[in-house]
Structure formats: structure tokens, C-alpha cells
């Protein structure tokens, strides 16, 4: 039995050897001892660059020359947990929003306390300052304390902007912008197009055709007889 016993001893030590042995052998090939990091940490996405695919859409002149106020009523709704904008409102959570246009940024509402981020901004409120704020925030004012995410959608924006507009007063608008000439429309100039224009040579081309039209015949012309002589009353 002790002979037996011994050959199990043996074979159990064995293994293990060969265990740690495998396992010693495995850690050196792969580097376990010494695990490498990535020379940049980090997973990689390929993701479009900033502001690619994004359409610029209408320029916000064009927005607001069809601006509704009434379209801007219903999305301020989002905004009334926050901001009172009849004359003389109270303050809430945010300032008071009537007359806003025109205002100093982050001074309009006396009392209010308003973040430095916002007090310290600068500049007045307009239409193109109000667009930036009212699409996002946290970008117009880095650090202010208004948690509202913004609107993505420019003619909420434009909508918003004519309501407030309607509660107070606001600067004249921007213009739109002058629709660009599509690629290959062409536009007649001077002494461009079919017969004699003022200012330009008439090319050979135009006087062939100005010859060709119809010419005035003096009504009282004497017709000839055949030996060349004048008939007259003819």
C-alpha cells in the first residue's frame, strides 16, 4: 500500500510541476509580468467632424420675416416654470422677461440675481445674441445657472424671439439675405441680346438680322413705265 501511495504522491507532484512550469512558461511569452499599455489610452470612434452634415438652413433674417409670435406663445410654455413676461412681472427662479430686447446682458431684471458667468457677458440683447442664448446656453455663458437645455430647432427660436418681441418691444430686424444666382444662370448685360442696344457695337450678326426685318416703303412712289419714264398719280 505504501508503494501505491508513493506512485500517487508522485504523479500528483508531477503535475505540479507541470503546472507551474506551463504557467511560468505562458506569463513570460505573453508579457504577464509586464503588462504594456497603449501608447494613447482610450478607445477610438470614428465620428464625423464638428459641424459636418449639420444644414445651416435659412439665415435669420429669412426666420424672422416669418416669425409668429402666436407659434412663439406656445413653445415660451416650456419657459413659464422659470420666467414671468407680463409688465411688471415678479421674478421666479429666472427674471422677469418683459422688454428684454435692447437690455444690457445679465442686467435686465432689477433685484435678480444673475450669474457672473451672464453679469459679466457683456453687450446687449438683440436679435443675434437672443438666437445664440435661446439655441444653447451653457455656450452663449459658459458657467451660467440657467439649466435649460436650449432649442435646436431655429424657427422655435425665430418664434420665441417674435413673442418676446411683442412683450416690450425689440431693435429692427436683420435683413435677410439676398438669394445667390444659381451656377450657370446668366444675366444679359449691355449690348448683350438680339438687335441694337444704346452704349453697344452692333455686331455683324445683329445687323444681318436688322437688315433682314421688314422696311418701310414710301407710300407715294411713282411706278415706271418700260421705257424708264415716270408715270405719274401712279
Not at 501608447?39 to 477610438?44: A, K, L, V
Not at 464638428?50 to 445651416?56: C, H, L, S, T, V
Not at 455656450?139 to 437645455?149: L, V
Not at 436683420?174 to 438669394?179: G, N, R
Amino acid at each position: 500500500m505504501d508503494d501505491k501511495f508513493n506512485t500517487a504522491a508522485g504523479w500528483v507532484l508531477f503535475a505540479g510541476i507541470v503546472a507551474l512550469g506551463s504557467s511560468i512558461a505562458s506569463g513570460m511569452y505573453f508579457h504577464a509580468d509586464k503588462p504594456e499599455s497603449p501608447e494613447e489610452p482610450g478607445y477610438f470612434i470614428d465620428a464625423p467632424e464638428e459641424g459636418a452634415g449639420e444644414d445651416a438652413g435659412p439665415d435669420l433674417g429669412t426666420l424672422l420675416a416669418s416669425a409668429d409670435a402666436a407659434a412663439g406663445e406656445k413653445v415660451f410654455a416650456k419657459c413659464t416654470a422659470c420666467h414671468t413676461i407680463n409688465q411688471g412681472g415678479a421674478n421666479g427662479i429666472g427674471p422677469n422677461l418683459y422688454g428684454v430686447f435692447g437690455t444690457t446682458i445679465g442686467a435686465h431684471a432689477p433685484g435678480f440675481a444673475y450669474s457672473s458667468a451672464l453679469a459679466d457677458h457683456g453687450g446687449q440683447w438683440n436679435w443675434e445674441t437672443m438666437n445664440e442664448w435661446l439655441k444653447s446656453p451653457r455656450a452663449f455663458a459658459s458657467g451660467t445657472k440657467m439649466s435649460f437645455a436650449g432649442l435646436s430647432s431655429p424657427e422655435d427660436r425665430a418664434n420665441v424671439m417674435e413673442y418676446l418681441a411683442a412683450n416690450g418691444g425689440a431693435p429692427a430686424k436683420p435683413a435677410p439675405a439676398a438669394p445667390e444666382a444659381e451656377e450657370g444662370e446668366a444675366v444679359d448685360g449691355a449690348a448683350e441680346g438680339p438687335g441694337a442696344i444704346e452704349g453697344g457695337d452692333t455686331g455683324s450678326v445683329q445687323a444681318a438680322g436688322a437688315m433682314g426685318d421688314d422696311q418701310p416703303v414710301p407710300s407715294e412712289q411713282g411706278a415706271t413705265t418700260n421705257d424708264g419714264a415716270t408715270k405719274p398719280g401712279a
